[in-house]
Each structure stands twice: as structure tokens, then as C-alpha cells.
């Protein structure tokens, strides 16, 4: 299923609607590091899933991926995605002076702590879009895993290359770390139906 074109007033309400989502996300990620966050407006593209896949890898390197599977009235994936780099950074920022640790054990540590940030701030993001939209959503356990775009589209939702991608853009900033992250919707045809006639009602209702 291809997506159709966005009108200009549909891509600035699912604008707005990424906006809200990532604030929230922002604000929680400011409670765990303990400081300010500032965010960059938010980019939305509504795309075919192996389109979104090839976006995110013509920047290169693997990324860290946190995704969940959404049901409810919206069904499909929801995925916090961030350059491996960044992720590590993060994940020594939140660890601070705690006593070190080495080897796997390290790498298992990061890997729970960043599925966990990643429900923190999916589950903010998820929300706040639940909320604008007036649909029930609900997420799954999360999981981690770092891979290529690609491989891990294969991973989250094998066989739907051409379902539905609602891809979201932000760069995060705090004083100590700048990171570029992506807020990524995988839809079933009936979801991105879904969303769709529920922005239609908010831009006819602002008329």
C-alpha cells in the first residue's frame, strides 16, 4: 500500500502530532539525565516502510532500535530508533559514577537500560499521539536490537516493504550530548486509515 501525498494542512497536523509526542518523550528524558532537553521542530514523512529503511541508512552506521508492538485501535510497530554511538553515550551519561562494569555483562546492562528508556519515552510519544488523536493504543513488552535500518525493518515486521512508515524526525540537545533520533509508526493498512480520518477530523474541526 502506497501512501498517498500529504495535503499541506494534513502534514502540518501530523506535525504538530510529532511535536507533542516528542516533547513528551523530551520531558521524561530530562527527569532521567537531570537536565534540560531542547528539541528541534520535528519532521514528519508518511512513507512505504523500505523507504523509511533506506532513509535511515543513507546516513550510515547501525542504530540502536527500542520497538513494541501496537494494538488497540492502532495496530502495527512503534520504534525509537538512534545511531549505536549515541546510544552508548547515553547509556555511560545515565550510568555516571556507578561502579564499572566489563565485557558482556557491560553490553547486557546497556541493553536493558536502553529497552527501558525506550518504553519510557515510546510510551510518552504513544500517548500523547492517543490523546490528540482520541485512539486507544496500546504497546507490548519492548525489545532491543542493533542493526541496519534494513535488517532490523526485517526484523519488526518481515514481508511489509510497502506498508505503511510514519517516520519522526527530532534532534534532541543537552548540554552534554547532541543526538538525532527517529520516532518510526509501522501501520497496517487499516491503522493508516485510521490516523488519517482522525486528522481529517481535527483539520475540519479547526475550520
Same mark, same amino acid.
Given at each position: 500500500? $502506497?501512501?498517498?501525498?500529504?495535503?499541506?494542512?494534513? #502534514?502540518?497536523?501530523?506535525?504538530?502530532?510529532?511535536?507533542?509526542?516528542?516533547?513528551?518523550?523530551? #520531558?521524561?528524558?530530562?527527569?532521567?539525565?537531570?537536565?534540560?532537553?531542547?528539541?528541534?521542530?520535528?519532521?514528519?514523512?508518511?512513507?512505504?516502510?523500505?523507504?523509511?529503511?533506506?532513509?535511515? @541508512?543513507? $546516513?550510515?552506521?547501525?542504530?540502536?532500535?527500542?520497538?513494541?508492538?501496537? /494494538?488497540?485501535?492502532?495496530?502495527?510497530?512503534?520504534?525509537?530508533?538512534?545511531?549505536?554511538?549515541? /546510544?552508548?553515550?547515553?547509556?555511560?551519561?545515565?550510568?555516571?559514577?556507578?561502579?564499572?562494569?566489563?565485557?558482556? @555483562?557491560?553490553?547486557?546492562?546497556?541493553?536493558?537500560?536502553?529497552?527501558?528508556?525506550?518504553?519510557?519515552?515510546? /510510551?510518552?510519544?504513544?500517548?500523547?499521539?492517543? @490523546?490528540?488523536?482520541?485512539? #486507544?493504543?496500546?504497546?507490548?513488552?519492548?525489545?532491543?536490537?542493533?542493526?541496519?535500518?534494513?535488517?532490523?525493518?526485517? @526484523?519488526? !515486521?518481515?514481508?511489509?516493504?510497502?506498508?505503511?512508515?510514519?517516520?519522526?524526525?527530532? #534532534?534532541?540537545?543537552?548540554? %552534554? %550530548?547532541?543526538?538525532?533520533? /527517529?520516532?518510526?509508526?509501522?501501520?497496517?493498512?487499516?491503522?493508516?486509515? $485510521?490516523?488519517?480520518?482522525?486528522?481529517?477530523?481535527?483539520?475540519? !474541526?479547526?475550520?
Amino acid at each position: 500500500m $502506497k501512501p498517498m501525498p500529504l495535503s499541506d494542512a494534513q #502534514r502540518d497536523v501530523l506535525t504538530e502530532l510529532g511535536n507533542i509526542g516528542i516533547s513528551r518523550a523530551a #520531558r521524561q528524558l530530562s527527569i532521567l539525565l537531570d537536565e534540560p532537553i531542547r528539541i528541534a521542530v520535528p519532521r514528519v514523512e508518511l512513507c512505504t516502510a523500505s523507504e523509511a529503511g533506506a532513509h535511515l @541508512d543513507s $546516513k550510515g552506521g547501525e542504530l540502536a532500535c527500542v520497538y513494541q508492538r501496537m /494494538s488497540g485501535e492502532l495496530t502495527g510497530r512503534i520504534a525509537l530508533l538512534l545511531p549505536s554511538g549515541g /546510544s552508548h553515550l547515553l547509556f555511560h551519561d545515565l550510568l555516571g559514577h556507578a561502579a564499572p562494569l566489563q565485557g558482556l @555483562d557491560l553490553r547486557a546492562f546497556e541493553h536493558e537500560a536502553m529497552t527501558e528508556i525506550g518504553n519510557i519515552l515510546i /510510551s510518552s510519544c504513544v500517548s500523547a499521539m492517543a @490523546d490528540m488523536l482520541e485512539l #486507544r493504543i496500546d504497546v507490548s513488552v519492548p525489545r532491543f536490537a542493533e542493526a541496519t535500518a534494513q535488517d532490523l525493518f526485517n @526484523d519488526t !515486521a518481515p514481508d511489509r516493504e510497502e506498508a505503511p512508515a510514519l517516520l519522526i524526525h527530532t #534532534r534532541l540537545t543537552a548540554a %552534554r %550530548r547532541d543526538l538525532e533520533g /527517529s520516532i518510526m509508526l509501522l501501520l497496517s493498512a487499516a491503522a493508516a486509515e $485510521k490516523v488519517m480520518f482522525a486528522i481529517q477530523a481535527l483539520i475540519l !474541526a479547526a475550520d
